[in-house]
C-alpha cells in the first residue's frame, strides 16, 4: 500500500494502456459469444450475475468518465455482500443497470469503453503521473489505470469462469495478464509481511507454475518487500501453484483449502501455508 510518504509509482503509459485496451476487448469478444441464459448464470462473486458482473464494469468506466453514480432503489449497505463505500458505489451501477437488456449492456459496455480509451490516449503524460486516490492508497494515475487493468482482467475470467470457457494460452498470455500481474506482485510485500505475518529475516518465494509462470520474491526485514532475488541466499519458505489459481485466491475467488493438493510448500511450511490463508488481499 502506499501512503504519501512513500515513493509514488511512475508507469510507462504506453504499457499500461496495451493492457487496459487488451482486456476490454477479450471482455467484448467473450460477450459476443454469451447466450441469453449465460448472462443470467450466477458467478463466483456473492449475488452477481455474467449480467452484474458487465454492469459493474461498465459502471466503473462510466463513472471514470464523469457520469454521475446512480441513486439505488435500497440501501444497498445492508447487504450482506456489500463491505466498503466502494462495494456501496459498485452496487448502485449493479442494480441501476440490472434490468438493461444484455445487448443493450454490451452496447453500453463498447460505447464507455471507447470513450475511456480517446480520453486515456489523449491524457498529457503530467495527468498521468500526477498522485490521485486510488483503491491501493494515494498514487498515480497510471497506477490507478493498473489497478483497472487487474479488476478488468479479473472480471474476465469471472465470466469463463461462470459459463465454463476457462481461456487457453494465448488468451492468458496478453498485456493485460502481464500488467495484472505486476499489479499483484506490488502487493505482495504487503500480503507476505503483513497479512501473512511473515517473521522479521524470512525470505518468501511465490513460484507460478503454468502460462502465466512467474517467481515473487518477498524479503521481510522490518516490512515486506518485493526484490529481484536473494542474491546468494535461499528462500526460507517457497509457496508453488498455478498461476491462474494464484489470481483466484488473491482475488477472493476461491481458498486454498479448497484446491489442497494444488499448492505446494517448501521450508518453512507453516508461515507458507499462513501466507497462503491470507493471498486474499483484494477489497
Same mark, same amino acid.
Given at each position: 500500500?502506499?501512503?504519501?510518504? !512513500?515513493?509514488?509509482?511512475?508507469?510507462?503509459?504506453?504499457?499500461?494502456?496495451?493492457?487496459?485496451? #487488451?482486456?476490454?476487448?477479450?471482455?467484448?469478444? =467473450?460477450?459476443?459469444?454469451?447466450?441469453?441464459?449465460?448472462?443470467?448464470?450466477?458467478?463466483? =462473486?456473492?449475488?452477481?450475475?455474467?449480467?452484474?458482473? /458487465?454492469?459493474?464494469?461498465?459502471?466503473?468506466?462510466?463513472?471514470?468518465?464523469?457520469?454521475?453514480?446512480?441513486?439505488?432503489?435500497?440501501?444497498?449497505?445492508?447487504?450482506?455482500?456489500? !463491505?466498503?463505500?466502494? $462495494?456501496?458505489?459498485?452496487?448502485?451501477?449493479?442494480?441501476?443497470?440490472?434490468?438493461?437488456?444484455? @445487448?443493450?449492456?454490451?452496447?453500453?459496455?463498447?460505447?464507455?469503453?471507447?470513450? !475511456?480509451?480517446?480520453?486515456?490516449?489523449?491524457?498529457?503524460?503530467?495527468?498521468?503521473?500526477?498522485?490521485? @486516490?486510488?483503491?491501493?492508497?494515494?498514487?498515480?494515475?497510471?497506477?490507478?489505470?493498473?489497478?483497472?487493468?487487474?479488476?478488468?482482467?479479473?472480471?474476465?475470467?469471472?465470466?469463463?469462469? @461462470?459459463?465454463?470457457?476457462?481461456?487457453?494460452?494465448?488468451?492468458?498470455?496478453?498485456?493485460?495478464?502481464?500488467?495484472?500481474?505486476?499489479?499483484? #506482485?506490488?502487493?505482495?510485500?504487503?500480503?507476505?509481511?503483513?497479512?501473512?505475518?511473515?517473521?522479521?529475516?524470512?525470505?518468501?518465494?511465490?513460484?507460478?507454475? $503454468?502460462?502465466?509462470? !512467474?517467481?515473487?520474491?518477498?524479503?521481510?526485514?522490518?516490512? &515486506?518487500?518485493?526484490?529481484?532475488?536473494?542474491?546468494?541466499?535461499?528462500?526460507?519458505?517457497?509457496?508453488?501453484?498455478?498461476?491462474?489459481?494464484?489470481?483466484?485466491? @488473491? $482475488? &477472493?475467488?476461491?481458498?486454498?483449502?479448497?484446491?489442497?493438493?494444488?499448492?505446494?510448500?517448501? $521450508?518453512?511450511?507453516? /508461515?507458507?501455508?499462513?501466507?497462503?490463508?491470507?493471498?486474499?488481499?483484494?477489497?
Amino acid at each position: 500500500m502506499n501512503s504519501p510518504s !512513500r515513493p509514488v509509482t511512475t508507469l510507462a503509459k504506453s504499457d499500461v494502456l496495451d493492457g487496459l485496451f #487488451a482486456s476490454w476487448q477479450n471482455i467484448d469478444d =467473450l460477450l459476443q459469444t454469451l447466450s441469453a441464459e449465460e448472462w443470467t448464470t450466477p458467478t463466483s =462473486l456473492p449475488g452477481w450475475t455474467v449480467h452484474d458482473v /458487465v454492469a459493474h464494469v461498465t459502471g466503473t468506466e462510466s463513472m471514470l468518465q464523469g457520469v454521475a453514480t446512480p441513486e439505488a432503489d435500497i440501501d444497498v449497505s445492508t447487504l450482506e455482500h456489500v !463491505r466498503n463505500d466502494i $462495494g456501496v458505489m459498485n452496487e448502485h451501477w449493479v442494480r441501476k443497470l440490472r434490468e438493461v437488456d444484455p @445487448a443493450e449492456l454490451h452496447q453500453k459496455f463498447r460505447s464507455v469503453t471507447a470513450e !475511456r480509451r480517446k480520453a486515456l490516449s489523449g491524457m498529457p503524460d503530467e495527468q498521468w503521473n500526477s498522485v490521485t @486516490a486510488t483503491p491501493a492508497g494515494p498514487d498515480t494515475y497510471g497506477r490507478f489505470m493498473r489497478v483497472r487493468v487487474f479488476d478488468c482482467w479479473m472480471h474476465e475470467l469471472d465470466i469463463r469462469d @461462470a459459463v465454463a470457457r476457462p481461456a487457453g494460452n494465448e488468451e492468458l498470455v496478453c498485456p493485460a495478464s502481464a500488467q495484472a500481474f505486476d499489479e499483484m #506482485a506490488a502487493s505482495m510485500g504487503f500480503v507476505v509481511g503483513k497479512r501473512g505475518g511473515a517473521p522479521d529475516g524470512s525470505r518468501v518465494s511465490i513460484e507460478l507454475t $503454468g502460462p502465466l509462470h !512467474r517467481i515473487i520474491n518477498v524479503s521481510v526485514e522490518g516490512r &515486506g518487500r518485493v526484490v529481484q532475488d536473494f542474491g546468494s541466499q535461499q528462500p526460507t519458505s517457497t509457496i508453488t501453484l498455478d498461476g491462474v489459481l494464484f489470481t483466484r485466491i @488473491a $482475488g &477472493g475467488r476461491t481458498t486454498p483449502a479448497a484446491h489442497e493438493d494444488a499448492i505446494s510448500y517448501g $521450508g518453512d511450511e507453516a /508461515v507458507g501455508r499462513r501466507i497462503a490463508e491470507h493471498l486474499n488481499y483484494v477489497i
